[in-house]
């Protein structure tokens, strides 16, 4: 079953906004990671934060997590055409064994 | 490095027929997985390998077979296609340990008619 859940589904800004993603998920985890997707392409890793951190940085991307809520959420800072993208959370279980259960996406569009 | 090698890219198979999806990495990792995408659906995980020689099932191993006689190699079979199996299917491989991202391959689009 899926284990996280983004919300919006779809996100459509203009460039130089700020794009805010959500993903929840059900089960205790040993970390969460946000993928992005280009159209008919590979996932790409984008970045990864510990159960133990709070926030994290890279480039234009902020990562939070809430432990407590099961929650975290993507920023992505000003937003340019090619951050179009569909972006995934998932997320690595602290079974001992590394998989990771992803979410359905949200569908970020970026117009110029 | 290449990273993870997928083949074939696209492949469109009749119902009951086998073939092998091909994954390759050249990145030394323990971890191995197969995810298949379906519209509206996220990835969802088919079997994945901590190390060679050892394999278990995902969510929605039904209909396929892996094996993992290599660290680089991880293949998947699917024993008797069927419409169900029509997706896009990645293979993905990440450190030992956990706390690693993943690296993903480019995919294959099956059609199963």
């Known amino acids: ?112 | 490095n290449a990273g993870v090698t997928q083949t074939p890219k696209f492949q469109v198979l009749k119902t009951g027929q086998s073939m092998t999806l091909q994954c390759a990495q050249d990145m030394n990792h323990e971890y191995m997985s197969w995810y298949r995408q379906d519209p509206g659906m996220g990835l969802r995980l088919i079997h994945y390998s901590v190390g060679a020689g050892i394999t278990d099932q995902g969510e929605v191993p039904n209909g396929y077979n892996v094996s993992r006689s290599t660290t680089e190699d991880f293949p998947l079979r699917l024993l008797s296609a069927a419409p169900s199996q029509t997706s896009v299917y990645f293979c993905a491989s990440s450190r030992q340990g956990g706390n690693y991202g993943y690296t993903f391959g480019s995919g294959t689009r099956l059609t199963v008619v």
């Open chain 1, 1 to 112: 079953s899926q284990q996280g859940e983004e919300d919006p589904q779809a996100l459509s800004i203009q460039e130089g906004e700020n794009a805010t993603m959500n993903c929840s998920y059900k089960t205790s985890i040993n970390n969460l990671q946000w993928y992005r997707q280009n159209s008919g392409r590979g996932l790409v890793h984008l970045i990864l934060i510990r159960s133990n951190e709070r926030e994290k940085h890279s480039g234009r991307l902020r990562v939070t997590l809430d432990t407590s809520k099961k929650s975290s959420s993507l920023l992505i800072t000003a937003s340019r055409a090619a951050d179009t993208a569909s972006y995934f959370c998932a997320t690595e279980g602290d079974s001992g064994y590394s998989t990771l259960t992803f979410g359905k996406g949200t569908m970020l569009l970026v117009s110029p």
